[in-house]
């Protein structure tokens, strides 16, 4: 192993076991070698026992997840994850963001981000402002309360509160595709019931363990009646009735482009979706020479890799135009602490298209010569 991806894989190490882990995941291989799971995921988790270090990992059919004590617990199962041949892993803590990726020479690229302060500084992010759900809310005691969480939770309801209009009354329905161990659902459910609003969620996942624990939590809570999860896809899920606000946040590749597909066809008023990786345009920029004079935006690995996700997001943001929404991309959470920080927000105006939008549009595509999985899906169901 080369010595900077081994030294690289140290910094790793002592990020997964270090007390401010947020999240890690661990994705892709290097090239010529496959690792034994084709995802892995670590994160805390606060149980009736202590805490424990989650660890979820799939092998592309079925998921697997085991919560370890930690010291040596731990330390023997983050080795075995990190001696994997994993092409990629991201790990975010409370103060600080690495994203190691292997290139198919085997060395190690690396970029780091870390929270600005200086010593003895608060964290600048806990210092006095108005919360939109006040750190000691007795939810964050279910949900946890760490700095990295409050900052999160507070950017998205800054985001749902950008999105739903001031004078907004009667029932609202509301499923967040793709919600995992729900603290963003959660809160959201207790920031719309402080505004008032008569709501009724759904959380869709795919693990059922993660379905029966959610609402094992809306019990605990006393909201059982009105926050209910079901396991399933996010494209086939059942959620009745249609909802009128759909928010899908870091769902992986093309599951943003199922969930966007499906708030198309419920005619969902409102939509709020952070998309995660975006591999399936990578893959098309791959396979075929760039139009001249663009070959220097994708030549380098790198360079195609941002090229994809902007030119995903244009397009996803260019489909819902199409499809009767105005559709918007801003900023989600400060990318400083995280470079997936995207966010599209959508709302239904049911205006038809103009015959320049549908132009620009597939100019675009056209120059390019790629198919937006998203275009794929709504033709499918069109």
């Known amino acids: 192993m080369p010595e900077a991806l081994d030294s690289a894989l140290a910094e790793v190490r002592a990020l997964l076991l270090a007390p401010g882990l947020t999240r890690a995941v661990a994705a892709g291989r290097r090239r010529g070698q496959r690792p034994s799971v084709v995802r892995a995921e670590l994160r805390p988790v606060a149980l009736k026992s202590g805490p424990r270090l989650q660890i979820a990992t ?29 092409g990629n892993w991201h790990v975010e803590t409370a103060d600080a963001t690495i994203q190691l990726r292997v290139t198919k020479s085997g060395e190690a690229q690396v970029h780091r981000a870390a929270a600005s302060r200086t010593a003895g500084e608060p964290e600048r992010h806990d210092r006095a ?74 959380g869709v996942d795919v693990r059922e363990d993660q379905r029966r624990r959610n609402t094992e939590l809306a019990e605990r809570l006393g909201w059982a009646d009105r926050v209910s999860f079901v396991a399933g896809t996010i494209a086939e899920a059942p959620v009745e009735p249609a909802p009128d606000l759909v928010v899908a946040l870091h769902a992986c590749d093309t599951a943003t482009d199922e969930a966007l ?39 380098q690995g790198i360079l195609r890799e941002r090229f994809a996700d902007v030119l995903t997001d244009a397009l996803r943001a260019g489909l819902l135009r199409l ?32 015959d320049g939008q549908r132009a620009e549009y597939r100019e675009l595509v056209g120059q390019w010569g790629v198919t937006p999985r998203l275009e794929t899906l709504l033709a499918e169901r069109a």
């Open 58 to 86: 799939s092998d592309g059919s079925r998921p697997h997840t085991r919560n370890v004590a930690p010291g040596a617990e731990a330390d023997a199962a983050v080795d075995e994850l990190l001696a994997e041949p994993f």
């Open 323 to 354: 499809h009767g929404y105005r559709a918007e991309v801003v900023e989600f959470v400060d990318s400083q602490h995280t470079p997936r920080n995207l966010l599209i927000r959508a709302r239904r105006t049911a205006g038809a298209p103009t």
């Open 129 to 202: 402002k108005e919360w939109l759900l006040d750190p000691g809310d007795p939810l964050f005691r279910e949900i946890g309360g760490s700095a990295a969480k409050r900052r999160q939770v507070d950017a998205f309801l800054r985001a749902l509160a950008a999105t739903l209009p001031d004078d907004l009354t009667g029932p609202l329905r509301v499923v967040d595709l793709g919600c995992g161990n729900a603290y963003l659902t959660f809160a959201a459910y207790r920031y719309l019931l402080r505004r008032g609003l008569d709501v009724t969620l759904v």
């Open 261 to 299: 597909a499906r708030a198309v066809r419920w005619d969902a008023r409102w939509v709020l979706a952070a998309p995660c990786c975006h591999h399936d345009l990578a893959a098309q920029l791959r396979a075929r020479p760039a139009p001249g004079p663009y070959e220097l935006l994708t030549r």
